[in-house]
């Protein structure tokens, strides 16, 4: 196989490179209380809040890892849409290639970077499918047209072109004309309740810090204490 142009794989950072980062994000990462903190909600709240106000856009983008029948790993970006003690929630439709998946083998990883912050959140844990009528409030609150779209996408599915799409979509536009567009009986929801949560910031020369937590016991669920501990980095 050949080499990838150089210029296109930035090299592995200087002493000097290394410095200068660090000092950008030394103000961000230099909370000691980081090391003292006992939950892994509180702290994800507060990261997320300050991602919030520094990435350009979509702080709430994470990637989602499933894997398929055969136990190949599949992995896309989508969006967090609600945080509480029982876990972390997002949307699709259930007919999706993530929906099948999910269908077959309800687990998941999800992994939050935000570059500006240079950190990272990463969890692991079983996934449950959100009430109806926690999907009907999230779905009633998305963009009249994002709520059509939802019914003129087979997503996943083969598209002969962009052109079959339009017609779906200004016919789903004529029936819903003058009327609410409810909610598809295929898309919903499902929260990642976490089963691990850890949590990385940047520090100089690959030394960065790591603060996993666990639950007891996959048994216990949403309810389980959490044992927390440092990794190597």
Do not use: C
């Amino acid at each position: 196989m050949s080499q990838p142009p150089s210029d296109l794989i930035p090299p592995s950072p200087s002493r000097e490179a290394y410095a200068r980062a660090y000092a950008e994000a030394h103000e961000a990462n230099a909370d000691e209380a980081f090391y003292d903190t006992g939950d892994p909600f509180a702290l994800f709240a507060r990261w997320l809040k300050e991602a919030g106000r520094a990435e350009p856009n979509d702080p709430n983008a994470m990637t989602l890892a499933t894997v398929d029948e055969a136990g190949l790993p599949d992995a896309r970006m989508v969006l967090l849409k609600d945080l509480d003690a029982r876990g972390f929630t997002f949307y699709s439709n259930l007919a999706s290639a993530k929906g099948r998946q999910i269908a077959t083998a309800p687990r998941a990883a999800l992994v939050f970077h935000w570059k500006s912050l240079r950190r990272q959140v990463r969890v692991r844990g079983m996934l449950e499918p959100v009430s109806d009528t926690e999907a009907d409030a999230y779905f009633a609150t998305r963009a009249r047209e994002s709520r059509i779209g939802a019914w003129a996408s087979d997503q996943s599915r083969p598209l002969e072109d962009r052109a079959v799409l339009e017609a779906r979509l200004a016919d789903q536009t004529r029936r819903f004309e003058g009327t609410e567009v409810p909610r598809p009986d295929h898309w919903s929801g499902w929260r990642l309740v976490p089963l691990q949560i850890e949590f990385w910031r940047d520090r100089p020369f690959r030394l960065h810090d790591r603060l996993q937590f666990t639950r007891a016991s996959e048994g216990e669920g949403a309810g389980g204490g959490w044992a927390r501990g440092l990794l190597y980095p």
